[in-house]
């Protein structure tokens, strides 16, 4: 909305947006000479169902069911629509063991999610970023972590495998239904902007860490330590969607990198993009521990790696990646009182 403005004089009289659908005027609707402010309402129910089992010392067995949700919401842009809520079902059957009087522990988890209507954003006309429900989508995964400890030597591994797809394909226009993204609302021809069983952003299908330390008495009351972590995560896609239409002046799809157009004649994000790069880091940290006062030289990213955080690009219509890095190498010493 804004205010209008005759022969310098300030008539307090609220117009409609000069340009329809214009970013940041979707506050409210111009309706009889009042403005109606825009809603967005929703409910959910949310609930943590948890058994557990201990049939004996150092074994325990657990079943949780979860749920999440998170409300919708209104886009910025008055020409898209509002967004729904999305909801997620957790099923998770896991384990805690403890070998040899605690000294090492083992835990695990397996789960399956299922995830409903799940709320995906992009960069869209404008380069104003729009959030949209996709169709439903199911992980499946496994998780664990063993630790040991004993005569002054620790370690801590972890790692997690996850196979996270959509179920249902995910078309272009904004409110198609149709099972074969074929007709848009308006009336005019759709595409399908991510297949059923596209694999989730973002997230790796094998994460794992693993961090060694070993501390030895020094000086008459103190405790040294030297200690070195590695964090290691694969390869996953940038963006959700695999066909999109970016389309040049003369009306034409145009990618801006050789091997970006589909079979079908669309731009694939995650080609232009590229995908999020497999990476490994290394961390090293040693140090000396007194009663009420310690002291740690670290360096985290030894190995000075360019890992991947996110791609993205800068505009809705823009084919030059934009990569957001993780730390460089940081070379560091930190101090600590207890008191």
């Given at each position: 909305m804004r205010q209008a403005y005759l022969a310098g004089h300030d008539t307090s009289q609220i117009l409609p947006a000069a340009v329809a659908g214009g970013p940041c005027t979707n506050l409210g609707d111009f309706v009889n000479g009042h403005v109606i402010p825009k809603r967005a309402k929703d409910n959910g129910f949310t609930h943590r169902?948890?058994?557990t089992y201990k049939p004996h010392n150092g074994l325990l067995l657990y079943a949780t069911w979860s749920r999440g949700f998170r409300p919708g919401g209104i886009n910025r842009r008055?020409?898209?629509g509002s967004y729904g809520a999305d909801f997620l079902n957790n099923y998770e059957l896991g384990w805690k063991i403890n070998f040899d009087h605690g000294a090492i522990r083992w835990n695990g988890a397996v789960y399956h999610q299922q995830w409903k209507k799940f709320q995906f954003s992009f960069l869209g006309a404008n380069s104003f970023t729009e959030i949209h429900n996709g169709s439903d989508a199911n992980i499946n995964g496994i998780e664990s972590d063993v630790s040991y400890v004993g005569g002054?030597?620790?370690?801590?591994?972890?790692?997690a495998y996850t196979k996270a797809k959509t179920k249902g394909n995910i078309c272009s226009a904004f409110g198609d239904t149709t099972p074969d993204c074929s007709l848009a609302p308006d009336g005019s021809a759709d595409f399908i902007a991510a297949p059923s069983g596209t694999r989730l952003p973002i997230t790796p299908r094998f994460k794992a860490t693993a961090t060694a330390r070993y501390a030895w008495p020094?000086?008459?009351a103190a405790k040294a330590h030297v200690q070195v972590g590695a964090a290691y995560q694969g390869s996953a896609p940038s963006s959700l969607r695999t066909q999109i239409a970016?389309?040049?002046p003369d009306g034409a799809i145009v990618c801006g990198q050789a091997g970006a157009l589909t079979p079908d004649g669309f731009c694939n994000p995650n080609v232009f993009q590229g995908k999020i790069r497999a990476s490994t880091v290394i961390d090293l940290a040693t140090g000396i521990d007194w009663k009420s006062f310690n002291i740690e030289l670290f360096i985290q990213n030894l190995f000075d790696k360019r890992n991947d955080l996110s791609r993205t690009?800068?505009?809705g219509?823009?084919?030059r990646t934009l990569i957001v890095p993780g730390t460089p190498r940081?070379?560091?010493l930190r101090a600590g009182l207890k008191f």
């Open positions: 169902l948890n058994l008055l020409d898209v002054g030597f620790s370690l801590n591994a972890a790692a020094v000086f008459t970016l389309v040049g690009v800068a505009c219509s823009c084919t940081t070379i560091g």
